[in-house]
């Protein structure tokens, strides 16, 4: 009777074992599954240019986290200096008032109705900022 109730509980204690090793397993993949959620990437395509595409100084496509504003990876991808979310140069070529020159953009071939720091990023987005003068 005592080898039973000694096998009895040795089963008992693995099960147990076994139950608690699948709840942390189960544990680890939500949480696994909670990161990707959370890290889920957008595919762009960000062009540099100046004279409405004369010239082409950049084009790179990139993939950034969800939720990325525009300005954000503007300055990770590129040289940029920026004066209260106005774009004052682009990789070295800088904006000119006097020559009524400035940065302007487009997203997907139409101009941009919010400044690229307000602008979130969208997969397939394609975002031409372009060096030229304004009418």
Do not use: P
Not at 29 to 42: G, L, M, R, T
């Amino acid at each position: 009777m005592r080898k039973f109730y000694a096998l009895f509980a040795s089963l008992l204690v693995a099960f147990a074992l076994l139950t608690g090793c699948q709840s942390q397993k189960d544990s680890e993949q939500e949480s696994a599954n909670a990161s990707q959620e959370e890290k889920q990437e957008v595919s762009v395509h960000l062009a540099i240019s100046q004279n409405n595409g004369e010239k082409s100084l950049s084009d790179k496509d990139l993939s950034v986290e969800k939720g990325t504003m525009l300005m954000e990876a503007l300055k990770e991808n590129f040289n940029v200096k920026e004066n209260d979310g106005y774009i004052t140069s682009i990789e070295g070529v800088k904006a000119d008032e006097s020559k009524k020159q400035a940065w302007m953009y487009t997203i997907n071939g139409k101009e941009a109705s919010v400044g690229a720091n307000q602008y979130e990023l969208k997969e397939g987005d394609k975002v031409v900022f372009d060096m030229h003068k304004w009418e």
